[in-house]
């Protein structure tokens, strides 16, 4: 196991070129070994077959000269066969005749018996060791027209052996000529595979020069033609994730460009009033001048926390965990009953089911709600009522809140959430960033945020909505 740990993690670490021949390389030399294998196993087949056919036929000679018509067992052996038999067996031949009681016997009388008694009539070939030479011998049983004298046996077992050296020779030669024939082939092989491997590659040599010509700020898309329909989705992903890049960074430009003007737009505005101030010796202009820069002081702190909450909720990473809403509920609502208080606003709990619980970033959803909160006790006049609640089905969960305020158009509602973007009655107190921060906290969770009209009367119902996790 630990073997074929380090073998993948090798092949992790390695180039395409090397993946493919550590993978391909040892396939083509085991499938060539199994080819070698079954080469030399077809190679003794087809020789025993071969000189089988002679063992055969000087067996069926010695039996057609078996005579027991003088009384006893008489073989006249083929002598001319033999010699011929010899020349192609490459070596000595044995040959053994013994009746069924063993009393009679010419020839090698310790040729090697078979291992199992054949069939009578049907010859028999199986392979030996005799004098420590391997040996390959036939034995043919039959019955005699008569016991011969001297013994009572009624049948007579025929073997006829010769040394299989002819036989290990030629199918050593059939097998180095196959084994130079698929070195061949192998190679061949390998060669072609380089050139094709080579050619497919070439694409993806061309695709990395281009990448790598490329400036840092160049995102436009990699083209997809001329390439392999398997590296097409690798360069469409790519493609996607640039083009999210590039979208990020607009953005962020955008957003630099309206911070920074936000910002400066507040540092002029002290700039003035500080300036005012310096030049003012009536008392009361001066505390006038004092508590404006005050008031500005304050919309440029809120301005600048807006700014790095949007920063944040566009950059910090989700950790989504099981939390439960009637908490968060109250506690946004005890931190922003004092702002409301000061309006003598009613600001209320609609207390969801005690085992209402959600699965998000706990703190970007506080955050957001924070911001809808007041949001809207900003625009909602004195004496007014805002009502906090949560809900959730299968489909995901929501954070409502809902007020009795002026409400929002139908033009307005959909386009407020846009970054900077403000309303009719921005000049209560509206950056354009807090609906910004709190749809950016949603698409976070791939939820969003909904503004509707209210279901009864004036007012506005914001929703922040969040679908359930997959799986």
């Known amino acids: 196991m630990s073997a074929l740990r380090r073998f993948t993690d090798r092949l992790r670490r390695t180039s395409l070129w090397q993946r493919l021949a550590l993978l391909l390389f040892p396939a083509l030399l085991l499938v060539t070994g199994i080819e070698l294998w079954m080469t030399r196993h077809d190679a003794l087949a087809a020789a025993n077959a071969a000189y089988d056919r002679s063992l055969l036929g000087a067996l069926k000679s010695i039996d057609a000269n078996i005579s027991t018509a003088s009384g006893g067992l008489s073989v006249e052996l083929p002598y001319t066969m ?12 044995f040959f053994r005749v013994a009746t069924s009681d063993g009393l009679v016997e010419l020839g090698s009388a310790d040729l090697p018996a078979p291992p199992v008694e054949p069939p009578m009539g049907v010859p028999a070939f199986y392979d030996a ?13 039959r019955d005699l027209d008569r016991a011969p004298a001297g013994s009572t046996g009624r049948s007579v077992l025929i ?32 060669c072609g595979t380089a050139l094709a491997l080579a050619a497919a590659l070439r694409p993806l040599s061309r695709l990395a020069r281009e990448v790598q010509a490329r400036t840092p700020d160049d995102l436009t898309r990699i083209a997809e033609t001329d390439l392999p329909a398997e590296v097409r989705p690798l360069v469409a992903a790519v493609n996607q994730q640039m083009a999210r890049t590039q979208e990020l960074v607009a953005q962020q430009r955008q957003f630099l460009d309206d911070a920074s003007h936000q910002l400066r737009t507040h540092l002029t505005t002290l700039q003035m009033q500080a300036d005012y101030a310096r030049r ?16 500005e002081i304050s919309r440029a702190t809120r301005s600048a926390q807006q700014l790095l909450a949007l920063g944040r909720s566009d950059t910090v990473a989700v950790a989504p965990a099981e939390f439960d809403t ?37 703190g970007l959803l506080r955050e957001a709600l924070s911001n809808l909160v007041a949001n809207a006790i900003a625009y909602t006049p004195a004496a007014g009522t805002i009502t906090l609640f949560a809900a959730g089905d299968a489909a995901g969960w929501s954070l409502n809140v809902e007020d009795d305020g002026p409400g929002l158009s139908e033009d307005e509602r959909a386009t407020l959430g846009q970054r900077f973007r403000r309303g009719t009655r921005a000049d209560q107190g509206g950056f354009g960033l807090g609906l910004a921060i709190v749809r950016s906290i949603a698409q976070r969770h791939r939820g969003d945020l909904r503004l509707e009209a209210r279901g009864a009367g004036p007012g506005l119902h914001a929703i922040i909505w969040w679908p359930r996790p997959a799986g």
Do not use: C, N
């Not at 003012?280 to 202009?285: R, T």
């Open 82 to 93: 033999f010699e011929f038999f010899e020349l192609t067996a490459s070596g000595q031949v």
């Open 129 to 141: 060791t005799y004098f420590g030479e391997a040996v390959r011998l036939a034995a043919y049983r």
């Open 159 to 190: 073997q006829v052996g010769e040394s299989t050296r002819s036989r290990q020779e030629f199918t050593s030669r059939f097998v180095r000529s196959a084994a130079l024939r698929d070195g061949l082939i192998l190679a061949m092989l390998l």
């Open 280 to 295: 003012e010796d009536d008392p009361a202009q001066v505390r006038a001048a004092l508590d404006a820069l005050g008031t």
């Open 326 to 362: 009637a908490e968060l509920l109250r506690e946004v609502a005890v931190d922003l009953l004092p702002l409301a208080r000061a309006k003598r606003i009613d600001l209320g709990i609609h207390a969801p089911s005690p085992d209402l619980h959600a699965v998000g970033d706990r």
